[in-house]
């Protein structure tokens, strides 16, 4: 393929040309690198960063770790690399996953391939030439034929739209874009506003070395616990000659974790097996207290009521002080309906004489000031302000791009009224763009989808090249029916009615107040059977040309 663009190239112009470029070298973008490489391929990747990791670069907040299984979550498709890389925790915490990356970087020579410190700001799809121009922030342009956005669904940082927040005279800082060199927490007077997962993992883990911690709490979060620990060498001998069949479960599972839904509904046993159940989950590791419960907890107001009493009474056990075990436990959501965060000794924090709990909605935020932050209630200094306030999920990096596709149409004006796909990968009108862990793919256990995300957009690149195509576009009818799709699969969910991130709600960000199916809430193996198919029938249902 890289001779047939060659043929293309204008006379006068010195522009770089590729078969792909791919924002992002985070492990989807490594992946695809590695796999184009592979191809024989031309490929460019364009990062931001100065260095590979994606999330695991740019979110270096304290406690930052894994709540999948650090197993599952590795890439699987090198035995050699599955045998040579130990794990160190069964949930590795953010600086051992960036050495993982760094290694599968350098193991494989990714790196010549990268362009680091590489800001995409403007993608722009050229008829005549069937490719794409990608510029960067510094105005230097590459050509491609084909663009392939790695660049997440939880991104795109958002900072809270408070007044005076830019007065502060301390240290402030969002998780995500925290400082290479360490934060000297000692006896400081330190304020965490968020409690997400982000904001859980910061405020459990610095709590007992700051002077003093205020959490400023909006909407408090439904947690379980991690119960992380050391991986031995025995197990670690055990996971390595289990892996083929542990990869070959998270195929089959409903989300590609280790946990899967049990078939029965909470209420087919006593109020006493169900009670059991719901003990023996929380005192296991990881995500089977959401992924692995019952059947209808996400779907039956009734059973996620059953899930929901019993962890709010978890809450009230482990936190002495009951007013403020209340303000941490949901009122306005139930159990496992917006993301869950998994903690380590999170709610003993609250224990603590030197962390005190602000509940916003009863005494909002009216400003920040040079010295800290004022409510309705009093006013606090601060030495140091932490922002766990999100991202602008799913789409929010798109937006932060000026796509343009056919005829000069912009993305972000396509997707107004939210995402339109075809299987998550492609947008009519946007020719020769694919998009990896876009809207309307199947996330869940995140490698375990960027690795088929990846092999289906491998294989759809090579099928162009072995037929001579220059030009693979989505259907306008092929949008529409995946787009129906997705949005009749959340009819039912007990998320899709609750604002979070998952529906594409940020306070922080203008136009994003109204709720959108914004992503796949189907079973991975129902979604991998689907492009299979079209992969199967020689992707008739594109355009192609």
Known sequence: MANASQTERPQTTAVPEYDAVIIGAGMSGLYQLYRLREQGFRVRVLEAGTEVGGTWYWNRYPGARFDSESYSYGYSFSKELLEEWDWSEHFAGQPETLR????????????????????????????????????????????????????GPLSTPTLPRIEGRDSFKGQSFHTARWPHEPVDFAGKRVTVIGTGATGVQTIQTIAGSVGHLTVFQRTPNWCAPLHNGKIDAETQQKIKAGYPEMFARCQETFACFLHTPDPRSAFEVSDEEREAFYEKLYGERGFGIWQGNFRDILIDRKANATISDFVARKIRTRVKDQKVAEKLIPKNHGFGTRRLPLETFYYEVYNRDNVELVDITSTPIERITPEGIKTSAKEYEFDIIIFATGFDAITGSFDKIDFRGADGARLKD?????????????????????????????????????????????????????????????????????????????????????????????????????RIVARYSGSAPAYRARCDEVAAKGYDELRLG
């Open 414 to 514: 396509k997707w107004t009224h939210g995402p339109q796909t075809y299987l998550g990968i492609m947008v009519d009108g946007f020719p020769n763009m694919m998009m990896l862990m876009g809207p309307h793919t199947a996330l869940g256990n995140i490698p375990r989808s960027i690795e088929y995300s990846v092999d289906w957009v491998t294989g759809l690149i090579r099928f162009a090249q072995e037929n001579n195509l220059t030009r693979l576009e989505a259907t306008s009818a092929g949008v529409a029916s995946w787009t129906d799709h997705v949005k009749a699969l959340g009819v039912g969910l007990l998320s899709n009615e609750v604002n979070s991130w998952m529906t594409g709600i940020n306070s922080n960000v203008e136009g994003k107040q109204t």
């Open 100 to 151: 993982y990356l760094q290694h599968v970087a350098d193991k494989f020579d990714l790196r010549r391939d990268i362009q680091f410190r590489s800001w995409v700001t403007a993608a722009i799809y050229q008829e005549d030439t069937q490719s794409w121009t990608i510029t960067l922030e510094d105005g230097i342009s590459f050509r491609a034929r084909f663009l392939i956005t790695a660049i």
